[in-house]
């Protein structure tokens, strides 16, 4: 979920999905990562741009 303290504008992030599975992503703000249950991958956010590369992706946990 956003807000407006997002450091990434909230129309992108209801445009993007994850670029293996398709499947729309939700918005970590503490870890400035957006998260793709389905791939159980976390793209991380560096200075308000989403890197959604998958070599760029940690593995999460359930």
Do not use: F
Request: charged residues 35%; contains cysteine; hydrophobic residues 35%.
């Amino acid at each position: 979920m956003t807000d407006d303290k997002s450091p990434i504008d909230p129309k992108l992030l209801e445009i993007l999905v994850c670029p293996i599975t398709k499947d729309t992503l939700e918005y970590d703000r503490d870890h400035q990562e957006l998260i793709s249950k389905k791939a159980g991958l976390a793209y991380p956010i560096r200075d308000g741009i989403p890197i959604m590369l998958p070599d760029e992706a940690r593995a999460i946990d359930d």
